[in-house]
C-alpha cells in the first residue's frame, strides 16, 4: 500500500497547482451564474426560453424558471462534464502513455513496483484529483447560494449539493476510468485520447438529453450510457431523490468495472519492465 501510496501523492504534488486553477476557475464560473440568475427578470427569461427550438430546451433538461435549484443546475450542473471532463480525460489520458513514451515506465515498474500497484496508484490520484475538484467548486456554489436572496427563499438544501457531490465524482470518475482504459490498450497519448473524446461524446449523445424530449424518452440506448444516470435536474433541481440510489449504483458498478478493466489489460500488456 506504501507504494501506490507514494506513486498518488507524487501525482497529486505535481498536479496541485492544476487542480487549484481549474476548481478556482470553475468555482467562479458557478459563482457567476448564481449572481447572474438572481438578478434575471424570470418573465423575460420564460419569453426568450418560449422562443428556442425544442431540440435546444431538451439540452437544458427538464426546467422550471420559478426554481433557482432547477435554473442553476440547467446552466452549471449539467454541463460540468463539458466544464471538468475535458479536462480530466485529457489528463488520465497522458498518464500512463507518457511514461511509456517518454522511456521513463521500465525504471518505475523496476523499482519494484508491480503493475498493479503502479495502475492503483494512478487511478486513487485520479479519484482524488476529482473529488477535490468537485469539493472546490461546491466551495464556491454554497457561497453564492447563502448569499442569493433568491435561493435564501426557495430555502438552502445543502444535502442536494451533498447528493450532486457525490453523482458527480463517480459520473466524472467513469470519463477519467474509460480513458485509463484507453491508455492501457494503446499506451500513446494522442490514440488515447482521440478514443476517449470520441467515446465522451457518443455517451452524452446515447444517454443525455438531445433532440427532443420525446425522442429521448423513446432512446432504448439510453441505459447503455452514464448519462443517463446522472440526473442533477432530479436531485438537485427539484429535490426528488427517488432514483438517486440506483443511479449511484450504477455508476460505482461502471467504475469498479473499468477500474478492474484497467488492471487486467495492463496486467497483460507487452510494455518494457
Not at 443525455?208 to 425522442?215: D, E, I, K, L, V
Request: net charge neutral; with cysteine.
Amino acid at each position: 500500500m506504501k507504494k501506490i501510496f507514494a506513486i498518488t501523492k507524487e501525482e497529486l504534488f505535481d498536479k496541485k497547482w492544476f487542480l487549484i486553477g481549474l476548481g478556482v476557475l470553475i468555482g467562479f464560473l458557478g459563482l457567476y451564474l448564481v449572481n447572474l440568475l438572481s438578478g434575471l427578470d424570470l418573465s423575460g427569461l420564460q419569453a426568450y426560453l418560449d422562443t428556442l427550438p425544442e431540440s435546444l430546451l431538451a439540452l437544458l433538461g427538464p426546467l422550471d424558471i420559478a426554481n433557482p435549484y432547477s435554473l442553476f443546475n440547467a446552466y452549471f450542473f449539467s454541463f460540468l462534464w463539458l466544464y471538468c471532463g475535458v479536462f480530466l480525460v485529457y489528463m488520465a489520458s497522458s498518464l500512463v502513455p507518457q511514461e511509456v513514451e517518454n522511456n521513463t515506465i521500465d525504471l518505475v515498474l523496476s523499482k519494484p513496483v508491480s503493475r498493479e500497484k503502479y495502475l492503483t496508484g494512478k487511478i486513487l490520484f485520479l479519484y482524488i484529483f476529482i473529488a477535490c475538484l468537485m469539493g472546490l467548486i461546491l466551495l464556491f456554489a454554497v457561497a453564492g447560494m447563502a448569499s442569493s436572496s433568491m435561493f435564501i427563499e426557495a430555502g438552502l438544501h445543502w444535502e442536494r449539493l451533498g447528493a450532486l457531490f457525490l453523482a458527480a465524482t463517480l459520473h466524472l470518475g467513469t470519463l477519467a476510468m474509460t480513458a485509463v482504459l484507453f491508455s492501457t490498450v494503446f499506451l500513446n497519448t494522442k490514440k488515447t485520447l482521440a478514443a476517449s473524446v470520441i467515446t465522451m461524446f457518443i455517451m452524452f449523445f446515447m444517454g443525455g438529453s438531445y433532440g427532443t424530449a420525446g425522442a429521448t424518452l423513446s432512446n432504448p440506448l439510453r441505459y447503455a450510457s452514464t448519462w443517463f444516470y446522472y440526473n442533477p435536474a432530479q436531485y438537485f433541481g427539484t429535490g426528488n431523490f427517488s432514483s438517486f440510489l440506483g443511479d449511484v449504483l450504477v455508476l460505482l458498478a461502471v467504475n469498479v468495472g473499468l477500474i478492474i478493466a484497467s488492471l487486467m489489460v495492463f496486467r497483460k500488456r507487452d510494455i518494457p519492465v
